[in-house]
DNA sequence: CAGTGTGAATATCTTCACAGCA
DNA sequence: TGCTGTGAAGATATTCACACTG
C-alpha cells in the first residue's frame, strides 16, 4: 500500500481525485491503456499541473516522459479514498429522491450499498423498494448497530434532518450525507457533507445573469 | 437596486449566499426579525466575517450595532443571485432520478420552473409526470427556443450526456445543470455546472478513514 | 525528449482587528 | 455600546517553470 504523506489533503483535491476517477473509467473503456496529466487535465477542466499535484499527496504513479497507466492510477486513487472496500449505507427519509437513490444502480457500482431505509411515516413503513423493506425510523439506532453501518444518507423534508441527523448518531454512524436543505448539527467524530443542487441551479442562474450585465458593459 | 460593485465574486461566496438564504427562511419562519452576522454565521457553520464579507460584496445591507433585517437581507440576496424571478427550465432524460426532481416541491418553490420533458426511450415518450408530458429528444432544441427557456437540467446516463448538451446548446440554452457523472463540453457563452452526490460519498468515506487512521497515531 | 514531480511564485480565500456608525 | 463594513494579515490553493528521469 502506498503510504500516504502526512499533510493535510486539501477537500477540493477530494472532489476532484473523484472527477479524475470518473474520467479514468471512461477512458479504460475507450481501450486507452496510457495517459499524460495534460489529456487527463483536458478532460476534467482543470490545469494539469494541479492533477500532479493532486496526486503528489499519496504517491508517484506516473512514469516519467510517459505518464499515468490508466488502470494502476484509478485503483490507486480509489485505494488512496478508501474505496477499496464496500460501505453500507443507511437511508433515513423514502420520498421522491429518497425512492430515485435506492433505485439508483450507481451507487452500488461505486461501493455504496444501502442495506436499510427507515421513515416515519406509517404508510411508507413496509413498503420494499429496489428489494429493500422499509422501517419505522425508531428502529434506526438499533439496526445501524447490528448492522455495522458506517455511512447515513438523509432525503427527510429539511425540518425534519435534525431528528434523523439524531438517530443515525445515536446508531454509531460515521459519517452523514445531508440531502435535505437545512443545516445539521453533529459531533466533531461524525463526519457531515451536504448535498443540494438548489445550490448549483442558484448558481447557473447567477452566472447567467452576470454574463449579461458583462454583455452590456 | 443595489449595485453590485465590480469585482469578481468567488464562486465560493455564491454557494454560500445559498445557504444563507435557506437559513434566513428558517428563521423568518420562527419569527425572527433581526439577526447579527454572529448568529447567522453560526447556524450557516462558518466564520461571522466571512458573512460580513460576502455581503459586501453586493452592497450594505446591515445596521450597526443591530445586525440584518432578516426579510429585506433574504431579498437583497436573492436580488443578488437572480433570483429575484423565475426560470423556465427543461429536463433532459427521464430516469429515476429526472423523475425525483419533477416531482420535487422545492424546484418550483425556488423559482426553478420545469416546463418540458424530454427522452430518447419511445416507451418514456407521452408518459406524464407531475403535469408534464415526455417529449421526444428530437423536438428539444425546437421547443426551447419557442419557450424561451434558459436552463436545461440532465439525467441522462453518463454516455448520453454530451448529446444532451448538445440538443439543449442547439436549443440556444444559456446554463446547464449536469447531474451524469461525466464531463460536457459546452461554448464559452454557455454555464455548467455539476452536481455529483457521489463525490459527497468519496468525501465522506475519505473523511471517515482519515478520522480513523488519525486516531491511530 | 516527453512528461512527471516539486519548489517557488502567484492568485485566491478566509480571518483578524478595528475604525466608524446607529 | 454593539455590530457592521473593510483594509491588512494570514492561510490555502493554483499555476508556473524547470530539474530530473525512464
Excluded at 24 to 49: D, F, H, T
Excluded at 52 to 71: M, P
Excluded at 109 to 121: E, L, N, P, S, T
Excluded at 181 to 191: D, F, G, K, Q
Aim: charged share 20%; proline share 4%.
Amino acid at each position: 500500500m502506498h503510504l500516504q504523506k502526512y499533510e493535510k489533503i486539501p477537500r477540493a483535491t477530494i472532489a476532484r481525485l473523484a472527477v479524475y476517477v470518473q474520467e479514468l473509467e471512461v477512458m479504460e473503456q475507450q481501450g486507452i491503456k496510457v495517459i499524460s496529466s495534460e489529456k487527463l487535465a483536458w478532460s476534467c477542466g482543470v490545469n494539469p499541473s494541479q492533477i500532479r499535484k493532486d496526486l503528489a499527496y499519496f504517491g508517484e504513479f506516473g512514469v516519467r516522459g510517459v505518464g499515468y497507466y490508466v488502470y494502476e492510477l484509478r485503483e490507486a486513487i480509489k485505494q488512496s479514498l478508501g474505496l477499496d472496500r464496500t460501505w453500507n449505507v443507511v437511508m433515513v427519509g423514502v420520498g421522491n429522491l429518497g425512492r430515485a437513490l435506492l433505485r439508483h444502480q450507481l451507487l452500488r457500482k461505486r461501493g455504496f450499498v444501502i442495506v436499510a431505509a427507515f421513515d416515519c411515516d406509517p404508510f411508507k413503513i413496509g413498503e420494499e423498494i429496489a428489494g429493500i423493506e422499509v422501517q419505522c425510523s425508531s428502529k434506526l439506532p438499533q439496526s445501524t448497530i447490528d448492522m455495522g453501518v458506517e455511512i447515513g444518507i438523509i432525503t427527510t423534508p429539511p425540518e425534519r434532518a435534525q431528528r434523523a441527523a439524531n438517530y443515525l448518531i445515536e446508531g454509531g454512524i460515521k459519517g452523514i450525507v445531508n440531502f435535505a436543505p437545512s443545516r445539521i448539527t453533529a459531533p466533531e467524530n461524525v463526519v457531515v457533507e451536504y448535498v443540494d443542487f438548489i445550490h448549483n441551479l442558484f448558481s447557473v442562474a447567477f452566472n447567467i445573469t452576470q454574463h449579461q450585465i458583462k454583455g452590456l458593459l
